[in-house]
């Protein structure tokens, strides 16, 4: 009995631990070039959805994508340069500091990959992480907003959403947080979803891959 429940502990054990990674060769240079694809990438999606003026941003997904594929700073680097590029053409330049939430982004997503949480086969916990992607990132969304633009609306795209609840709370930091929230939670869930799948069809000489055992 007791070596039985030895051997469940054990393998409990195995289940909990984090993802153990293995790098191909060659792998550095990949990541350097990696850093303005997913610059681009995201460029790409954003700027779209920015002129669609719809209620999310799509302009994270390939931050999470290179992180699961190629490692957090790499994640860190190509997020934060989109947000640098975006500034300086389509947003105006104090709209570099959304690239904070691009690295926050990096963060969760690594935490997740790590924790075995962002694969296609998995897909329960594929949505429960960007659920709780887009529920986090609420948090630095708002305090943007509110230390930086004075709680004021900074996209279009949810600017209806922010006019709605102020007229009915009267209140900006409500609104600020309200327009987040219905924004945040699906653009995460998509983009985590998108950039998981995208990611599961890189070959594995290309990017991160659980240790084999």
Do not use: C, H
Not at 86 to 108: D, E, K, Q, S
Not at 186 to 212: E, G, N, Q
């Amino acid at each position: 009995m007791s070596i039985g429940s030895g051997g469940k502990m054990t393998s409990e054990r195995k289940k909990i631990q984090p993802t153990v990674i293995t790098k191909p060769s060659g792998f550095a240079i990949l990541q350097v070039v990696l850093i303005p694809v997913i610059a681009a990438l995201n460029y790409v999606t954003g700027v779209i959805i920015n002129l669609l003026k719809l209620p999310l941003f799509m302009d994270t997904w390939a931050t999470m994508f290179g992180t699961v594929v190629a490692g957090l700073w790499v994640g860190i680097a190509g997020g934060f340069l989109y947000n640098i590029v975006m500034a300086f053409t389509f947003w105006g330049l104090p709209a570099w500091v959304w690239g904070f939430i691009n690295v926050f982004i990096a963060v969760i997503t690594w935490v997740f990959w790590r924790g075995g949480w962002i694969t296609v086969k998995k897909p329960i916990k594929l949505v429960l992480a960007g659920i709780t992607i887009g529920v986090l990132n609420v948090i630095p969304v708002t305090l943007i907003n509110v230390f930086v633009f004075g709680a004021l609306p900074t996209y279009a795209g949810t600017s209806w959403i922010y006019a709605i609840i102020l007229n009915q709370t009267g209140s900006t930091i409500s609104a600020v947080i309200g327009s987040s929230i219905a924004a945040e939670i699906p653009d995460k869930l998509l983009s985590l979803i998108l950039a998981a799948v995208v990611a599961s069809r890189m070959p594995a000489r290309y990017s991160l891959r659980p240790a084999t055992k």
